[in-house]
């Protein structure tokens, strides 16, 4: 599971290790490229469509090439996998993404760092494409990305406490970099998971690895929910 699935590098890894993916993206574009890697069927086809759209418009490879290769790999997609363009802090979000309750689910994702956490800007037309490819494939939920993102604690929380409700259990691993100011989250975040959530939180950990970015280390705040 992942609610801030970008351009679906999550899913991709799940469908990889043939197990289901359920994911969220507020993004219509790069919701449309992770729907073409984790779907097929005339969603996925629309999607990709919107996929070689936006690389002729970006004027450049957006990846068109390598989300139709994982298509035909040997890869095949994973029945049940869902994906929609949603908000993944809404409650009604998960409502409609409803990830099954039974077993053990791994959540990894990466919430926005920050106003200037990388966003995909395409022209009016190809928004428009991607979200009829959206609306079509009944996978839109609207709602509108925020002028600015709020902080990185708020919205990690916000997704994460919504995608634990009703799991029998969870292994979290949430990325971390410090936000625009520099601010590091990673204790506050990790400590917020152990009181926030009204579950059982253990082995939280913060795995740091040297930064490879401007804002500084980038690190995995990591724990068992049951």
């Known amino acids: 599971m992942d609610p801030f699935a970008g351009g679906g590098s999550v899913a991709v890894a799940a469908r990889k290790m043939g197990v289901p993916f359920f994911g969220m993206e507020?993004?219509?574009?790069?919701?449309?490229?992770?729907?073409?890697?984790?779907?097929?069927?005339?969603v996925a086809e629309g999607c990709l469509k919107v996929v070689g759209t936006i690389r002729d418009a970006m004027g450049r490879p957006f990846g068109h090439d390598e989300v139709a290769a994982d298509q035909n790999r040997a890869n095949p997609v994973v029945p049940g996998s869902r994906v929609l363009c949603a908000d993944g802090t809404d409650p009604e979000s998960w409502k409609r993404l409803d990830p099954?309750?039974?077993g053990h689910a791994v959540i990894y994702t990466s919430p926005p760092f920050g106003v200037s956490s990388p966003r995909?800007?395409?022209?009016?037309?190809?928004?428009?494409?991607?979200?009829k490819a959206l609306d079509e494939g009944r996978v839109l939920l609207p709602s509108e990305p925020p002028a600015e993102f709020p902080d990185y604690l708020s919205i990690a929380m916000g997704a994460l406490s919504l995608a634990v409700r009703g799991l029998e259990s969870a292994t979290l691993i949430v990325e971390h970099e410090p936000d625009d100011q520099g601010a590091d989250s990673r204790r506050t975040l990790?400590?917020?998971?152990?009181?926030?959530?009204?579950?059982?939180?253990?082995?939280?950990?913060?795995?740091?690895?040297?930064?490879?970015?401007?804002?500084?280390?980038?690190?995995?705040?990591?724990?068992?929910?049951?």
């Open 26 to 42: 507020i993004d219509p574009a790069l919701a449309c490229a992770c729907i073409a890697k984790i779907t097929d069927g005339p």
């Open 100 to 102: 099954p309750a039974r």
């Open 120 to 131: 995909v800007v395409l022209p009016a037309v190809v928004r428009r494409d991607a979200l």
């Open 190 to 226: 990790a400590e917020s998971l152990e009181t926030g959530l009204g579950r059982k939180v253990r082995d939280v950990r913060v795995l740091e690895t040297r930064a490879f970015s401007r804002r500084g280390p980038f690190s995995l705040i990591v724990c068992e929910v049951a």
